[in-house]
């Protein structure tokens, strides 16, 4: 019997958590799912009549909020067993910080895929890149899939994204597309980037600098044709582009100019960043993106 697969899901009622559902359709999940769907209120500090002579605007923990959390949470379960009925779906509400309970529930779960819409109902759902996902992207310490759908797409063909460099994170995302079910005529670009360096001032440097292109070319090169074949063994269309570019530009433009539903890209790469726990390109990418950025994690 097939493991299933752990997904935790972040739904508020948002259009974007809305839509964070609807682009499940075309994350090339397989049918043995395991989902828990939370809602959390963030209404939870005790009222105060006044505070210091002044008056107070408290959020108020209430029955009420913790019952409408658990309702929305019941409406996205069934949302989504009407798209997947094979899924084993459960449905949670809990009162307090949605980010911190979001990572809290993955810490315990230990969920293989975490999803959030790219903004949530706060003031910063305002914005671009919303806090919700913003902090559960950087502090979580699995895979999270950024989700923004786009409109009239349902079934059919996938066009997808993904970076390589090399890493061991970037073959993770290699990986995790290689294990997913994309409908037929789905589409990839693998993209390689070459980093850009300043003009050397002397010959010798000038000597240096063309053999580490020269070396960075064909290991790049190598990723993106290593990546290529394997993505083509489970049927998917392939194109690859390696250009000398900032990767986090690159894997933007790309993804508009294939009109991409998805970015695969791994948590950190090669260069400095990867002592950090997020990555600048990735960072980057879940934040700019104007599609769906899914952050692999090794």
Not at 21 to 33: C, K, S, Y
Not at 59 to 78: G, I
Not at 258 to 275: N, P, Q, T, W, Y
Request: charged share 25%; with cysteine; net charge neutral.
């Amino acid at each position: 019997m097939n493991k299933r697969l752990k997904i935790l899901i972040g739904y508020d009622g948002s259009a974007c958590s809305e839509s964070a559902l609807a682009d499940l359709i075309r994350a090339g999940l397989p049918p043995e799912v395991e989902a828990t769907v939370i809602t959390v209120s963030d209404e939870f500090l005790p009222s105060l009549a006044s505070f210091g002579g002044v008056q107070t605007k408290f959020p108020v923990y209430s029955l009420e909020r913790e019952e409408e959390a658990a309702a929305l949470a019941r409406s996205a379960k069934t949302a989504i067993n009407a798209i997947f009925p094979e899924w084993q779906v459960h449905a949670e509400a809990a009162i307090g910080s949605p980010a911190n309970i979001l990572l809290w529930k993955a810490e315990e779960w230990k969920p293989d895929l975490l999803v959030v819409g790219s903004q949530g109902r706060t003031a910063l759902g305002r914005f671009f890149f919303g806090s919700v996902s913003q902090k559960v992207l950087h502090a979580a310490t699995g895979s999270v899939r950024i989700a923004r759908g786009k409109e009239n797409r349902q079934d059919g063909p996938v066009r997808l994204i993904v970076g390589v460099d090399g890493s061991k994170d970037a073959e993770s995302a290699i990986d995790a597309m290689s294990k997913r079910f994309w409908p037929g005529g789905s589409e990839a670009r693998v993209v390689g980037a070459i980093g850009i360096l300043p003009p050397a001032a002397t010959k010798f440097m000038a000597l240096e600098v063309a053999k580490w292109i020269a070396d960075e070319n064909a290991r790049v090169r190598n990723a993106v044709e290593a990546a290529s074949n394997k993505l083509r063994g489970i049927g998917l269309i392939v194109s690859s582009l390696v250009k000398e570019a900032d990767p986090k530009y690159l894997l933007r433009d790309e993804a508009e100019a294939l009109d991409a539903d998805c970015i695969f890209v791994g948590a950190r790469g090669m260069g400095r960043s990867e002592r950090l726990l997020l990555g600048d390109v990735a960072s980057t990418v879940a934040s700019r993106a104007h599609c769906t950025v899914e952050v692999i994690r090794n």
